[in-house]
Structure formats: C-alpha cells, structure tokens
C-alpha cells in the first residue's frame, strides 16, 4: 500500500504543470473518496440496487 505522500506525489506526477491548488486539491479529495468507498465494499457497508430503488421510490411518489 502506498503512504500517503506516495499518493500525492503521483496525483501531482499525473497533473498538468499550470495545474491549480484547487485542481490538486480536487484530485486529492477525489481519490480520499473512492479509497473510502472501496474500504465500504471491503468491510460490507453498502446498499443494494434493489433497496436504493425502493429508498427513491419513496422519494419520486411524493
């Protein structure tokens, strides 16, 4: 697994050199997001498709 600064150091390999700070730091909260969303799958935490139909369905008739 990669540190941390590991990963910054490629996010900011991968960027154009005139990127902003907020680029970076968009690309920084993106990708603390999808290392969160696969740590959810790995542990369980998720819904399925079937019960975010049924939670919006709720939602869409009201």
């Known amino acids: 697994m990669e540190s941390a600064k590991q990963q910054v ?3 900011l390999e991968n960027l154009p050199e005139d990127a ?3 680029d970076i ?3 920084i909260y993106v ?3 999808i ?3 696969l740590e ?7 819904v399925s498709h079937e019960e975010v139909q049924r939670r919006l369905a ?4 009201k």
């Open 58 to 61: 709720k939602w869409l008739s």
């Open 25 to 27: 730091q968009y690309h």
């Open 40 to 46: 959810d799958v790995a542990a369980g935490r998720v």
């Open 20 to 22: 902003s700070l907020e």
């Open 31 to 33: 990708r603390q997001k």
């Open 9 to 11: 150091q490629e996010i």
């Open 35 to 37: 290392e969160q969303g």
